[in-house]
């Protein structure tokens, strides 16, 4: 099982990027599908989680209060793909930022990507 992160780059304040998530091995769409990031020198943090599309769960997401209406997710089920949209970029969004995938958003993740590096500078 992979989980895989892409997108990353460097891009100017007030840019956007978008990170992809997908993975060979698992079906995201069953999955809860955390993005977490880090940046040197501090702590890992929940950017947001998007709860399964099956069973009881609604696929809905869930965002830190710090990327709520700049941050959006996506998801391209036919490609097995989540999209995290970042818009309105600020230098305090750079970051290693990691998808990660388990039962459900209010548990730890059990699959872990690799991490994709996101810097805003000017």
């Known amino acids: 099982v992979q989980v895989v992160e892409s997108g990353g780059g460097l891009v100017q304040p007030g840019g956007s990027l978008r990170l992809s998530c997908t993975s060979s091995g698992l079906t995201l769409d069953y999955y809860a599908i955390h993005w977490f990031r880090q940046a040197p020198g501090k702590e890992r943090e929940e950017v947001s989680c998007t709860r399964s599309t099956g069973g009881s769960s609604d696929g809905s997401t869930i965002y830190t209060d710090s990327v709520k209406g700049r941050f959006t997710i996506a998801r391209d089920s036919a490609k097995n793909i989540i999209y995290l949209q970042m818009n309105g970029l600020k230098p305090e969004d750079t970051a290693v930022y990691y998808c990660?995938?388990?039962?459900?958003?209010?548990?730890?993740?059990?699959?872990w990507g690799q991490g994709t590096q996101v810097t805003v500078s000017s």
């Open positions: 990660a995938a388990g039962s459900w958003c209010e548990n730890d993740a059990d699959y």
